[in-house]
């Protein structure tokens, strides 16, 4: 069941719950073995072998959790760039990664148990009969929901830099595979402002624009790339600058990384740690240098 971006629904009680920065995931065990499928379906067992306890854990239970995973950093908050780095790894290099980086599930739904499929029973109802299997331990966490403290919630995952919250009809069933009103997801954005430092123009699609912070100390730190957001006006501007200071490239044809002077800036609306990557990233406008438009808008033409 996938959640729909929307505004949060008024007029009915709902749960809300917090938004993981994580991989979404099922988790389904026979009473003998553990398997672990992403959203596509694809069987990722193997890539995270510190679940295994869970199946320990759970001794001759049969279920289906759906949930996410999660890497978490020293400071408790999730770390999407770790996680990253433990997708697709090497078998040889799985069992170093897992413990250095090791994930949790973070399981938020059950949708079987015990021979019975019980997706088609109300929200509340299924929290409670995951809440009373007491599943917590070392590789996976069954967190809160809260009733009647929306503002509360939203106000806490913005101060703590989390990545928002999802809001869950009380006497909804699960939608398998598909996107539902049920759950309505809010993501927390903030707008920084980000140095170009390079581009990568894509024949058929839009530009990539590589970003990077620059800290208190001058010093510019990778911070992903962005698309979307900008016209085709502000596109073709914000390249004509980026021209304008064109430094080297990297690679050939289609995938040529043209690196360019740390100059041109821009204001870009995105979600993720303050610290890594942005997710999500929307290019909102360029915030030009001095006397820098004329000189775009005279290369453009």
Known sequence: MLATSAPAPTGQRQAMEVKWDGIRAQLRFDG?????????????????????????????????????????????????????ARVGRREGRVA???????????????????????????????????????????????PRHFLDEGEALLAATAEQGLEGVVVKRLDAPYAEGRRSRSWIKIKHRRRERMVVTAWCEHPGGLPEFLLARRGGDGRLRPAGSASVGLDTEGRGLLLAALEQHAQASRGRGRHRLRWAEPVIEVLVDAHGRDDGPVRDAVLREIAWPQDEPARAVRSAR
């Open 32 to 84: 003998r073995t553990l398997r672990v499928r992403s959203r596509s379906g694809r069987d990722c067992t193997s890539e995270f072998p510190e679940l295994d306890v869970i199946g320990e854990r759970l001794g001759a239970r049969r279920l289906i959790l759906d949930g996410e995973l999660v890497c978490f950093g020293a400071d408790g908050s999730p770390d999407f760039t770790a996680l990253r």
């Open 96 to 142: 170093i990664t897992a413990r250095r980086r090791p994930v949790k599930l973070v399981a938020f739904d059950l949708l079987h148990l015990d021979g019975a499929a019980v997706r088609q029973l109300p929200y509340v109802r299924r929290r409670e009969l995951l809440a009373d299997l007491a599943l917590d331990c070392p590789a996976l966490m069954v």
